[in-house]
């Protein structure tokens, strides 16, 4: 995490980072996964931008990054490290509150591409 900006990790607060082989059901049926899909990380929570004054006393919210599909897709270690990276960024960026169409944007001029 230290290779992502400051000013996206600053602001994470109540928020487990966890990392596992593969989504189990709950996770495939969260996301719309279809057979055959990778998904490489998935935030589970309620998005910053979402949280009233009601937001005390939970559970974090939690960010998986799965190891095999990241795998998968990562032809070299240093494939790896970036894939791991990007997929970071992305679920952060729901942490944050933004949409699919808003990261997109942003990967894009960023130079960050995410297929998921």
Not at 17 to 37: F, I, M, N
Not at 59 to 66: A, E, Q, R
Not at 98 to 106: G, K, M, Q, S, V
């Amino acid at each position: 995490m230290d290779e992502l900006p400051q000013e996206y990790i600053k602001g994470l607060d109540n928020v487990a980072v966890v990392y596992a082989d593969e989504p189990d059901e709950y996770q495939k049926d969260k996301s719309g996964l279809r057979s055959g899909d990778l998904l490489l990380g998935l935030y589970e929570g309620i998005p910053l931008t979402s949280r009233g004054a009601g937001y005390t006393f939970v559970l974090p919210d939690k960010i998986t990054i799965f190891k095999l599909a990241l795998l998968h897709i990562s032809a070299t270690p240093d494939d790896l490290f970036e894939n791991v990276k990007r997929t970071l960024w992305h679920e952060i960026a729901h942490f944050y509150g933004l949409d699919h169409d808003r990261i997109d944007f942003l990967e894009g001029r960023s130079g960050h591409h995410h297929d998921s």
